[in-house]
């Protein structure tokens, strides 16, 4: 069975600093893992996903994430957080072996303080 | 030019109503899906369909019956509603890859308050 833990529930950062969302998986085959914001009241956007290439994804506005299997992690980060960042992001694994059925973190809220 | 658009955006109803969601997506994926994010942000597949077929099925009551006219459109119907169906619906579709690891593209959900 696949499962996804973040780590934090809030993340609070001042604009300018770097940010830092953790992400631990568990997965029985080669996963696929992803990264998704959520804006408030707004639908979901992928960010960036990892599948088996390059172990260090870059994604959309600056954000990239790295895999490490042998920490089971896919952590998020941004070198300058900017008050546009301020969301909900969610870590996401799918597996082959599962159906490719997608499954959600719980989510990690960042808010970035001016 | 949305690629996975819902109706409605905001449902309002009372308890032991009838209601629909619809979904539909113009990237020409082969699967849909509707997932449902609890109060706590959290977010769980209920029904997946590819091709007109239900794939997944997750633990979710029978009120709940998912239908899919064509491989655009994926539907949620909700007999009997109840408070705890007070959430934010979201579709979603994705091309079929043989390596797996697709791409799911999310609507802007649709948020149900039962009173």
């Known amino acids: 069975a696949q499962s996804v833990t973040q780590l934090d529930s809030h993340v609070s950062v001042s604009e300018g600093t770097p940010v830092l969302l953790r992400c631990n998986y568990s997965s029985s085959y080669s996963p696929s893992l992803f990264w998704y914001v959520q804006h408030p009241n707004k639908g979901l956007q992928l960010l960036l996903k990892y599948t088996s290439a390059a172990t260090l994804v870059k994604g959309i506005n600056g954000f990239e994430a790295e895999f490490k299997k042998s920490e089971t992690s896919f952590h998020l980060t941004k070198p300058s957080a900017h008050m546009s960042d301020a969301a909900e992001y969610f870590c996401v694994v799918s597996d082959y072996n599962a159906g490719n059925m997608l499954t959600f973190g719980g989510g990690t809220r960042l808010m970035v303080k001016p | 030019d949305t690629a996975v658009s819902q109706t409605p955006k905001y449902l309002v109803t009372q308890m032991g109503n009838d209601k629909s969601i619809k979904c539909e997506q113009n990237l020409g994926h082969d699967t849909m899906y509707w997932y449902k994010q609890d109060s706590k942000k959290f977010l769980k597949i209920m029904f997946s369909?590819?091709?007109?077929?239900?794939?997944i099925n997750e633990t979710v009551p029978n009120r709940f019956s998912p239908k899919s006219p064509d491989k655009a459109h994926l539907n949620l119907h909700i007999n009997s509603l109840e408070l705890g169906d007070s959430a934010v619906y979201f579709c979603a579709s994705s091309q079929t890859l043989p390596s797996g690891g697709e791409t799911q593209y999310f609507g802007p959900g649709t948020r149900l308050l039962v009173l």
């Open positions: 369909y590819n091709n007109k077929e239900l794939i």
